[in-house]
């Protein structure tokens, strides 16, 4: 059974850092590509940074290069996301979830978790 489930998520300041962790259970990175996607109110929910199954390959919105870094630790079988220099436009919901192809990081993938609310104030 696909399970992912996030944490980490709060309230920060402009300029501050998180970092949000995702566990998973039933597959390995082996298995599926995974990403991280966020959906603010009144937004769609879109694609933040997306990572090919063995994590060979990486795809990051525009909005994030720079700022953001998503990395695995194998072993834990966990997803990680370093959220730095956060800006209040990046006040969202944050979902992990697997999927077949890192290529399209949208918001179409099967797999998801319940998601953890980052806000950054100004």
């Known amino acids: 059974q696909v399970q992912v489930v996030e944490s980490g998520g709060g309230l920060v300041q402009a300029g501050g850092s998180l970092r949000l962790s995702c566990a998973a259970s039933?597959?390995?990175?082996?298995?599926?590509?995974m990403g991280w996607f966020r959906q603010a109110p009144g937004k769609e929910r879109e694609g933040v940074v997306c990572?090919?199954?063995?994590?060979?390959?990486?795809y990051y919105v525009d909005s994030v290069k720079g700022r953001f870094t998503i990395s695995t630790n194998n072993a834990k079988n966990t997803l990680y996301l370093q959220m730095n220099s956060l800006k209040p436009e990046d006040t969202a919901m944050y979902s992990c979830?697997?999927?077949?192809?890192?290529?399209?990081?949208?918001?179409?993938?099967?797999?998801w978790g319940q998601g953890t609310q980052v806000t950054v104030s100004s």
């Open positions: 039933g597959f390995t990175f082996d298995d599926y590509a």
């Open positions: 979830a697997a999927g077949e192809l890192y290529e399209y990081c949208s918001g179409s993938w099967p797999y």
């Open positions: 990572i090919s199954r063995s994590g060979g390959s990486t």
